[in-house]
Nanobody
């Protein structure tokens, strides 16, 4: 399975970004499994941001609850992370994790 993450960039505080993670390859092995977004800021450990199950049930870390929304399009084999009201402390490399596979990471920088 290959996971292609995209959508990162530079945004001002209070702005929004939408990350995408598209799966390809032997996707039958992961289609019904939960998917998640993690992030890793410089000098910090990788942390779980949000997770979504096959049916769309989602959980979030306390730091992003109410600002981020994770979703999935099972027909497109894609998981999304809508990030609103971004803060400088959201700056990190964001990784998708689906089944047992990691995406390559996409940089999100929140700065004025």
């Amino acid at each position: 399975v290959q996971l292609q993450a995209s959508g990162g960039g530079l945004v001002q505080p209070g702005g929004s970004l939408r990350l995408s993670c598209q799966a390809s390859g032997s996707i039958f092995s992961i289609k019904i499994r939960s998917a998640a977004w993690y992030r890793q800021a410089p000098g910090k450990e990788r942390e779980l941001v949000a997770r979504v199950g096959w049916g769309g049930d989602a959980t979030y870390s306390d730091s992003v609850k109410g600002r981020f929304a994770i979703s999935r399009d099972n027909a497109k084999d894609t998981v999304y992370l809508q990030m609103n009201s971004l803060k400088p402390e959201d700056t990190a490399v964001y990784y998708c994790f689906w089944g047992d596979s990691w995406g390559q990471g996409t940089q999100v920088t929140v700065s004025s």
